[in-house]
């Protein structure tokens, strides 16, 4: 089963960046595809971006040009650098790892426990 742990949330002005973590404990880290959620207060959790087992990413439409996901399989971490923020991207962050299947066993999705960003002047 993979864990999850995130990192690099915090607190920033308006047109500031950030840049969060998430390592898993997996052995199969490159399999999963990865991705970054968030959950403002009163909404839904929404995809962010994502990258694909192969390195393929894909980005919310208000965030694109802005947020890069990249992932780093020697280190089994994900990253989603975060420029150019806005009043609008504070949320709760969270890491996700879809579920597969893999050499005849099933791995469900899992996700990290979040971490906040707050854009805030």
């Known amino acids: 089963q993979v864990q999850l742990v995130e990192s690099g949330g915090g607190l920033v002005q308006p047109g500031g960046s950030l840049r969060l973590s998430c390592v898993a404990s997996?052995?199969?880290?490159?399999?999963?595809?990865m991705g970054w959620y968030r959950q403002a207060p009163g909404k839904q959790r929404e995809l962010v971006a994502r990258i694909s087992n192969e390195g393929s990413t894909t980005y919310a439409d208000d965030v694109k040009g802005r947020f890069t996901i990249s992932r780093d399989n020697a280190k089994n971490t994900v990253y989603l650098q975060m420029n150019s923020l806005q009043l609008e991207d504070t949320a709760v962050y969270y890491c996700n790892a879809d579920g597969l299947f893999y050499r005849g066993q099933y791995f469900p999705p899992t996700w990290g426990q979040g971490t906040q960003v707050t854009v805030s002047s």
């Open positions: 997996t052995t199969i880290f490159s399999r999963y595809p």
